[in-house]
């Protein structure tokens, strides 16, 4: 560096320092680094802003689709997104406007329909006793059941159990007993503990319709529960007939009874099957059907396992389940 004086000449300023020799080795690192993170830190929130809509919006998907409701969407972030989660808001009002009507209607029409049909019994019982007289109060008596078993499905649907923590093994064994003690053994095998998640009614409502399902048809009934760290797996065993390929999802729709394999004859109107997988849907669950050697049938259960953080998020949120489920059962009476 070269500076002038003013009584003339010049002032020489020599260093052999460079131009990138001006920092250490180590300030230079320090700097590169610092400058990485800031815009790595910068990178991730610009990420997490534009993808953590997008994570909710998956998981308020999968509970709708799982559990019929899902939370409200806030509408903030990009505008796609913002657009995006105002629609799924109001796709979920609309949703939940129509199974509400659709529920409602048939809830009345099974209601209704029991009025006619206890006058034509009154007047078969009074006529003069015949064979045709018989079949017919045998078919009312079967009409009478299924409108019955029709509003108790659709109370459960219209009806939200406040969760909490089950054990299932408990809950396997004592029903176990109680179908042994009426003649089929039952045997359970499996942990003595198994922690989930659930509305206990309906899960015992959905085991016992499994269970009773197989006992109807099998001389002996096995029911195995395994456990992993993310899945709980129930598996059914009986010993009858079984049931053909082609029928295995048939006999979940409402009110199919009857195939070749395994006739129901006179017991149940066919919605044991549809209302136990209906409950297991809603617990983020699966029901499969498979064949068992050298015959018979396993239901397989599939639940998702249960974690510290469920517990305590669980029971922080009780209180507020137990309201909702108040005012829901309040609206499903008024409709029934």
């Known amino acids: 560096m070269a500076i002038p004086l003013r009584g003339g000449g010049w002032l020489n300023i020599d260093t052999n320092l460079g131009l990138f020799g001006r920092f250490g080795l180590l300030q230079q690192i320090a700097a590169v680094a610092f400058l990485f993170l800031s815009i790595g830190c910068l990178s991730i929130w610009l990420a997490r802003w534009v993808t953590l809509p997008l994570s909710r919006f998956a998981s308020a998907a999968e509970r709708l689709g799982t559990e019929g409701t899902a939370p409200l969407l806030p509408e903030r972030g990009p ?47 009074m006529a003069p006793t015949t064979e045709n007289n018989a079949k017919m109060l045998h078919d009312l008596t079967r009409m009478e059941q299924m409108l019955a078993s029709t509003l108790s499905f659709l109370r459960d649907q219209e009806d939200s159990e406040a969760a909490e923590a089950v054990d299932l093994a408990s809950l396997l064994q004592a029903l176990c007993d109680e179908f042994t003690d009426t003649g089929t053994a039952t045997i359970y095998s499996g942990p003595s503990h198994c922690a989930l998640w659930s509305r206990p009614q309906a899960l015992e409502r959905a085991f016992s319709n499994l269970i009773g399902n197989a006992t109807k ?41 009857c195939d070749d394999a395994r006739n129901c004859e006179e017991s149940g109107v066919g919605l044991g099957l549809s209302i136990a997988r209906t409950i297991i849907l809603s617990h983020g669950g699966e029901v499969q059907l498979l064949d068992r050697t050298p015959h018979g049938l396993i239901v397989q259960v599939l639940l998702p396992g249960i974690n510290a953080s469920d517990l305590n998020a669980g029971s ?19 409709a029934v």
Do not use: C, W
Not at 90 to 103: G, K, V
Not at 243 to 250: A, F, T
Not at 323 to 334: I, V
């Open 79 to 125: 505008i796609e997104i913002s657009r995006a989660a105002h629609t799924f808001n109001l796709m979920q009002h609309r949703l939940r406007r129509f199974l509400e009507a659709q529920t409602r209607m048939l809830a009345a029409i099974s209601h209704d329909l029991r009025t006619p049909l206890t006058r034509i019994r009154l007047r078969l019982e």
């Open 316 to 334: 922080h949120d009780r209180q507020r389940a137990a309201a909702t489920s108040g005012e829901r059962h309040s609206k499903a009476n008024s």
């Open 217 to 257: 048809f099998g001389t002996g009934v096995d029911v195995r529960l395994t456990q992993s760290a993310t899945q709980i797996i129930i598996d059914i065993e009986d010993d009858g007939p079984g049931i053909p390929e082609p029928e295995k999802e048939k006999v979940f729709e409402p009110f199919y009874r």
